[in-house]
């Protein structure tokens, strides 16, 4: 009962925060609407799931006040993606925590026994994987590709085109997190479609610059963003082994 009450007051609130009235296009006026309705729908799923009314009455209250907080301090901070990640953490936290706390001691028992049988080491051998291919990757792959680099722009023969702010720091990021999932999900051939779909996006900027240099510039970061993709899976699995 406790996971499926918790998935079911998670579902209500993303079906709240993010369709019914996003958050990018939410006013102040709306910052106790979207409380109220929200509580009135947690407070449906409580009694569906045969709590006792005034139990539920409370936990939909104490729900409303939370997410009254939540909304004044995500409106001033709306455009902030950290804001947006660590308030969707809080709120599973929170939701899970309410389910939790109204459930009968047996159900307790059951969610407890789930938490402990589940397989928290492979959950965090594949997240230190993920880690790994992110920003200890991106710093390796610029050290090692720092020669070239001043190398390639100091060259008066190269065409000096300003990329997007980070653009490609966060190219990496994804094209490494696809890789570790391949690598983690025991599909190489998929790694191959990642570089595949990152030659045809690239074709045109090595047809533009015309440079072996930024050619091979290109080439070098590619297979070793590549290189670090996969080795960060191997090692998240064969950690998640040991």
Not at 55 to 65: E, F
Request: one cysteine or more; charged letters at 15%; a positive charge.
């Amino acid at each position: 009962m406790v996971q499926s009450l918790a998935i079911a007051l998670i579902a209500v609130y993303v079906l709240f925060e993010f369709y019914l009235f996003p958050i990018e296009r939410r006013f102040a006026k709306q910052l106790f609407t979207l409380p109220i309705l929200q509580s009135a729908a947690w407070l449906v799923v409580f009694i569906l799931f045969s709590t006792p009314l005034i139990t539920s009455l409370v936990a939909a209250l104490v729900l409303a006040g939370i997410s009254v907080a939540g909304n004044m301090w995500s409106l001033k901070n709306k455009d902030n993606l950290r804001t947006l990640f660590a308030k969707q953490g809080l709120v599973v936290c929170v939701l899970g925590s309410a389910a939790y706390i109204i459930a009968p001691a047996a159900e307790k028992h059951v969610a407890i026994n789930a938490l402990e049988t589940a397989d928290w080491w492979t959950l965090a051998s594949w997240t230190m994987a993920f880690l790994l291919a992110m920003k200890p990757s991106s710093l390796a792959i610029s050290l090692l590709l720092k020669n070239w680099t001043d190398e390639l722009f100091r060259s008066d023969s190269t065409p000096q085109q300003k990329p997007l702010k980070d653009a490609g720091a966060f190219i990496g990021y994804f094209e490494r997190a696809l890789i570790v999932i391949f690598v983690i999900w025991g599909q190489l051939p998929g790694v191959a479609i990642v570089l595949a779909a990152k030659s045809v996006f690239r074709f045109g900027d090595l047809k533009d610059h015309g440079s072996r240099m930024y050619t091979e510039y290109v080439l070098l970061g590619t297979f070793a963003s590549v290189l670090f993709g996969i080795g960060s899976g191997l090692i998240g699995m064969y950690v998640s082994e040991l």
